[in-house]
């Protein structure tokens, strides 16, 4: 059965094994095939997303020994998207609707050639440590992974900030189901739940995580961008944004990549 070895698009840089020592040395990590019992894996609705990758992850991946769980959202991210491609190959049919003339529409998309990878840098010298979310410009790499960094708001308030994992999602997953009942249709509190867990301190200090989630809902909203400006600039990974003219009205749309039964089980005819 046939391997392939990737580089993460973090480089493995935040990632140590119990001594310390790097856990992904150099962000390279070797896998399988996706196979049947994977697949049926994904197919399997009484389980969350996360959960389903966490587990195909720990199957696929041959070295080296690591919790699937513990990687960056944006590497598992890559690596899904890496055993798509090295299994049934970069070509994927995209859904999309125009947002002008509202026409429904299909096209190719290649996964190797259509999309962006952000690569953390090589070099810790070329970052400085604060993020200033009022003046720096985002770069098409990232700075040099670190687990936290500071980010400088407009609102004077310096956070200290991390990106998100594979348990963070089993958390905010956890705390929909949570919630659920609690809440109207119209409003969805863990957006606010995501934002408070990448946050590990407020101007130096540690604060509950109900703190974190009340500071978060009243943050006006160029606070609120510049904070999520700042995460994005530090997230290594691949950029969904996809651009596409209709082909029926001529009219440029902007839109995430779509995931649908397709991207595992593309259509023969």
């Given amino acids: 059965m046939s391997t392939y070895t990737i580089t993460l698009p973090s480089r493995g840089q935040i990632y140590k094994d119990k001594d310390g020592n790097p856990a992904i040395p150099d962000g390279l990590v070797t896998m399988g095939p996706l196979r049947m019992k994977e697949q049926a894996i994904f197919a399997n609705r009484a389980s969350d997303n996360t959960k389903k990758l966490d587990e195909v992850l720990k199957r696929v991946i041959i070295s080296p ?21 090295n299994t049934i190959g970069p070509e994927y049919q995209v859904p999309f609707r125009c947002e002008h003339c509202d026409a429904q529409q299909r096209f190719t998309l290649d996964l190797i050639k259509d999309l962006t990878v952000k690569n953390a840098r090589l070099d810790p010298s070329e970052d400085a440590k604060v993020f200033d979310a009022m003046t720096d410009l985002l770069d098409p790499s990232v700075p040099y992974m ?28 956890s705390y929909q189901k949570r919630i659920r009942t609690q809440i109207s249709a119209a409003s ?31 943050w006006d909203l160029r606070t ?35 995931f649908t039964a397709e991207f595992f089980r593309p259509r023969t005819r």
């Fill in 224 to 258: 609120s961008n510049a904070f999520s400006d700042a995460i994005e600039a530090r997230e290594p990974g691949i950029d969904l944004t996809l651009r596409r003219d209709c082909v029926h009205c001529g009219a440029g749309n902007e839109f995430p990549v779509a």
């Fill in 146 to 173: 670190t687990e936290t960094f500071d980010v400088a708001l407009p609102n004077g308030v310096t956070i200290t900030a991390r990106l998100l994992n594979g348990n963070d999602e089993n958390a905010i997953a």
């Fill in 65 to 85: 020994t690591i919790d699937p769980s513990t990687l960056l959202v944006s590497d598992r991210l890559y690596l899904l998207f890496a055993l798509r491609i």
């Fill in 188 to 218: 969805d509190p863990s957006i606010f739940y995501r934002m408070a867990l990448m946050i590990t301190q407020v101007n130096g200090k540690d604060i509950p995580i109900t703190d974190k989630i009340h500071m978060v809902e009243d």
